[in-house]
């Protein structure tokens, strides 16, 4: 079953659908004997493909992670974080007043799986906008966070992201330099350069089987000359969040508990050199 990846399934179901649809038109030509002529074999050639590449897509995109029960306990909240609903998602509300995140999940990964990070980081001082991305994908939604950062009033937002969200989150702060002081990167790399004011922190686990290791190496020439890595021992691409074991990830050698410590330790640290800088 490992070598049965969820695009795979995706295609195959797909393609399967698309005959089934066009399986009427195929029987009627053959019992006629008269076919229906190149163009008519065309349009259903074509509508062969239409099917397959939607349906396909559609079941690739409704194949994702899902959050854990850790997770769905931690988006209840507590006696010192409320998570209410906002704009496109949720906020975690708690005793800080003057720092902002605004998070972007994971591809395919359900937002509320981040809930325990969010949640940790919130009852730290600093309050988070976690969106649901349009079928999961932060590249459909990377303009969510102007919504936030121009309704709420914080001294210092953050853009923050893991995976794809994490560049999806690095490009929306290039384009508002005017509010976003930095950028929290998990298992991630920036799309674009980032400007030098701005306080870049990259944070990944050792153990991480997902990311591209050579091209974050590469990728590195985007960061801003005081840009901070952060690498945590025996951790991985999955365990940012509560979602199980991402295909393709090594196995952790750490708790998600203590990932989740780490990287709200890096995103306390960073905050306090935002606010040096100011």
């Known amino acids: 079953m490992k070598f049965f990846t969820t695009s795979m399934v995706a295609l195959v179901l797909a393609f399967l659908l698309a005959m089934v649809v066009n399986l009427p038109f195929l029987r009627r030509d053959s019992i006629s004997h008269k ?71 994971g591809a395919k990964v359900d937002a509320p799986a981040y809930a325990p990070l969010m949640m940790a980081l919130a009852e730290r001082g600093i309050d988070v906008f976690l969106p649901d991305m349009p079928i999961r994908m932060a590249m459909f939604g990377r ?78 020439k985007n960061w801003p000359k005081e840009a901070k890595e952060i690498k945590i021992e025996g951790g991985n691409h999955s365990g940012f969040g509560d979602y199980g074991l991402q295909q393709g990830d090594n196995e952790a050698a750490i708790s998600n508990e203590v990932q989740w410590s780490a990287t709200v330790k890096a995103a306390l640290q960073m905050q306090a050199e935002i606010k040096a800088k100011k």
């Open 35 to 105: 076919g229906s002529g190149k163009g008519m074999i065309a349009v259903r050639v074509i509508l062969i493909f239409v099917i397959f590449f939607v349906a396909g897509g559609f079941i690739y995109f409704n194949i994702y992670y899902h959050a854990g029960e850790t997770a769905e306990e931690a988006m209840k909240g507590s006696e010192t974080v409320k998570v209410v609903e906002v704009a496109h998602g949720r906020m975690f509300d708690g005793p800080g007043e003057d720092t902002a995140l605004v998070f972007y999940p």
């Open 143 to 220: 303009g969510f966070a102007a919504d936030y950062v121009d309704a709420y009033d914080y001294d210092t937002w953050i853009m923050g992201g893991h995976s794809l969200g994490g560049a999806m989150a690095s490009f929306f702060a290039t384009t508002r330099p005017d509010k976003i002081d930095g950028i929290l990167m998990l298992a991630s790399y920036p799309s674009k350069p980032i400007l030098e004011d701005q306080v870049l922190y990259s944070v990944l686990g050792t153990s991480d089987g997902i990311i591209n290791w050579k091209l974050y190496e590469e990728d590195k």
